[in-house]
């Protein structure tokens, strides 16, 4: 079966450290893996994906993400958090054998203090 | 922002009703995916549409239907509503064949 897991429910860092938000998958097949943002009473917002390729892939707003393979991660990172980062993070994963079914994780809410 | 517009922005219901809830898909984009997400959680896949039929659906009873129309746009209607349906309802769109979904600001629908 098709799964995500996000660990931490809440993250907490300082202005201008790094961060990390972690996620790990479970999938049949090669994974598709994204990360998407919400604030608060919106939508998601696309930051970025892995389908094949570099194991960091780069995506907006600064962040990137770090694809294990042999840890079954996807982790997403930034070098210096932002206040204005503060939100809530959703790993999600394409379904291998139904390309049309995505699963998200539960969320990691991060908060950034000045 | 991405293109994808929901309509209505917030719904009260009772419980028994039914509800139609539409999306507006970005544009050039023909498949529609939508999502509930319950409070405090990740969004969970309802179904997605592609050439006006069903292409796919999660764990959802079938009292969670849905259209497509010609011109892209989505329906989900609920029929017989329960409590536990109150969520934010999100709409989805993408190009078929391509992996990343655009989402729109969706529906928070209460049922009481």
């Known amino acids: 079966a098709q799964s995500v897991a996000q660990p931490e429910d809440q993250v907490n860092v300082a202005e201008g450290n790094p961060l990390t938000v972690k996620c790990t998958y479970s999938?049949?097949?090669?994974?598709?893996l994204f990360w998407y943002v919400q604030y608060p009473n919106r939508g998601l917002q696309f930051l970025l994906k892995?389908?094949?390729?570099?194991?960091l892939v780069k995506g907006s707003y600064g962040f990137e993400a770090e694809f294990n393979k042999s840890q079954t991660s996807f982790h997403l990172k930034k070098p210096s958090a932002l206040v204005s980062d503060s939100a809530l993070y959703f790993c999600a994963v394409r379904d291998g054998g139904n390309f049309n079914k995505f699963y998200f994780g539960s969320g990691t809410k991060l908060n950034v203090k000045p | 922002e991405t293109g994808v517009t929901q309509s209505p922005t917030h719904l009260i219901k009772t419980r028994g009703q039914q509800v139609t809830l539409r999306c507006s898909s970005q544009s050039g984009h023909n498949t529609v995916s939508w999502y509930q997400q319950a409070l405090g959680q990740g969004p969970q896949f309802i179904f997605q549409?592609?050439?006006?039929?069903?292409?796919g659906r999660g764990n959802f009873p079938p009292r969670f239907s849905g259209l497509q129309f010609p011109n892209y746009s989505s329906e989900l209607n609920v029929n017989a509503l329960e409590l536990d349906d109150s969520a934010l309802y999100l709409c989805a769109s993408s190009l078929a064949g391509r992996e990343t979904q655009y989402f729109g600001p969706g529906t928070r629908l209460l049922v009481l």
């Open positions: 999938v049949s097949g090669n994974p598709y």
């Open positions: 549409y592609y050439r006006e039929e069903e292409n």
């Open positions: 892995y389908i094949t390729g570099d194991n």
